[in-house]
């Protein structure tokens, strides 16, 4: 273990003493290859400030987030909030709106830090990356300070890559994409950082803090330089006062590194079920940092699962596939978000399609360009301002759609869908009229053991079957079987869902997956057993996961 602190008054000219004394930051994870650049003395003193201020409040909001989902788990409905309504009532409010390197967002691509990743999506003609430490990335020690690396380089025109063949991968394009960059969510913890407060008490870092806090201290300035700014996707909000618990942090930080009030912006992601409910409320939180929403699709349904997997029959969802963007519930959330947006002048950003080309398979290739380019034709027809896409390939798929309904706007603001009015009950409307097949509970568990499988071992976001899997589709289909198998549900060929049964599904699996020496199939199934087959249901499989797994030992 290599052991250093440093507090808020630590010199950065001297050594770093090993004491306890806070608050401070204490590195706990072992150091590799240039670990120094980003873990300076001045850093680790902002992330202990961060955490000093921050820390407290964090942890109230987390236990907020676990009274509402009792709640909801216990037959109260979420619903548009009476102690807000003045907010929502009032048209007058408008967010900062897009930043320098912001205004024009119609093609967004995803995807993980490491070297080689990072490149790419700077190669790739997209107008704004989504630099993901998030849910395609898997958060080991060298994942979480390489990314950084990665970034710190990237954001000087630094960075390169060479890999074991030799090859040398270098940014080449003349513009490269707007870096919005997307922090781990609230809930998230990285144990190779121990904060130490006034009192001598230490406990795991925040992963939110700590990605953010490297990358805003280290690059805020160097972007503000080149004509773009520090900008963030904010994951897993649940409410207002997660996403107001943001703007605090935002604010501090402008006054902490000399930024002027509101050059932080950030892109929320609605992907939960509670901030459904409050999108007026969490612009408004944000309304001095915020550049818009984003519509994230995979997270969202899982968090339908997870609210309402006690609830009954009538909340069973079937075979993931069957939960499209034009079922009734996900129709009323994306046509909120984007009136909700609009009338806020924020932009309404759309989600990923998970669907990926194939340069073996032709054929499946033309499927998924057919599906993806159906899926923007609809996003930029309701009014969506931008998409995700997950594949370089699939930009100009993406980029045909949006052009034929913005042409040379860079967004369609003025549309304001008053069309559109959604009531509670269309939010919870989860009919969808199709059984549970055998397939889709063997898609279940294969999709997720795979995809465990990697990231286990350090890769975050996997395609399978043609399909861009990450921790978040992951969940769904965790999820799906523990409600399946606590809510008596039968495939349509009359058999029921068991945990016996799934038991079966996970051995003719494991016989049947090609074995390598450095799998974690084994691992995998073990952790699928534990998220999904026992009563107890995980919040988020990452949490046991990242502690069982991915911790080094001290």
Known sequence: MNTMLASPSTPTTAPVPTQRTGPAIEVVGRLGDRYDEILTPDALAFLAELHQRFAGARHDRLAERMRRRFEIGNGRDPRFRDDTA???????????????????????????????????????????????????????????????????????????????????????????????????????????????????????????????????????????????????????????????????????????????????????????????????????????????????????????????????????????????????????????????????????????????????????????IEKVSADKRREAGDGFDGTWVAHPELIETARTEFDAVLGDRPNQLDRLREDVSVTPSQLLDVRIGRAVTDAGLRDNVSIAVRYLDSWLRGIGAAAIDGLMEDAATAEISRSQVWQWIHQDVATDDGRPITRERVEDLLDELLASLPRTADDRFDDAAELFREVALRDEFPTFLTVPAYTRYLVDPA
């Open 86 to 368: 003045a907010i929502r009532e009032d048209r007058s409010w408008r967010v900062a709106g897009a930043g320098p390197g912001l205004e024009d967002r119609r093609v967004e691509i995803t995807g993980p830090t490491d070297p080689k990743m990072t490149i790419n999506a700077l190669n790739s003609g997209a107008n704004v990356w989504l630099a993901d430490q998030e849910d395609a990335t898997s958060p080991t020690w060298a994942n979480v300070i390489g990314g950084q690396l990665s970034l710190r380089d990237a954001v000087r025109g630094e960075l390169t890559f060479t890999n074991e063949a030799g090859k040398v991968y270098r940014v080449t394009a003349t513009e490269t994409p707007t870096i919005v960059m997307r922090p781990r969510g609230w809930h998230l913890v990285e144990k190779h950082l121990r904060f130490i407060d006034r009192s001598g008490a230490a406990m795991a870092a925040s992963g939110s803090l700590v990605d953010y806090g490297l990358y805003v201290f280290h690059n805020a300035r160097t972007l503000i330089d080149t004509g773009r700014g520090p900008y963030f996707y904010l994951p897993k909000l649940e409410s207002s006062e997660e996403a107001h618990l943001w703007d605090d942090v935002f604010t501090f930080t402008e006054q902490r590194l000399g930024l002027d009030h509101g050059t932080i912006r950030a892109t929320v992601l609605i992907e939960t079920l509670p901030a459904a409910f409050e999108m007026d409320e969490i612009l408004y939180a944000l309304r001095d940092h915020c550049a818009g929403l984003n519509a994230g699709r995979w997270d969202y349904i899982f968090s339908i699962i997870k609210n309402y997997r006690g609830r009954g029959a009538r909340f069973v969802l079937p075979d993931r596939s069957e939960v499209t963007m034009t079922v009734p519930f996900m129709r009323a959330y994306t046509e909120l978000l984007v009136q909700t947006c609009h009338r806020r002048g924020a932009h309404a950003i759309g989600g990923m399609s998970a669907f990926i080309p194939n340069r073996r398979d032709p054929e499946a290739t033309a499927r998924a």
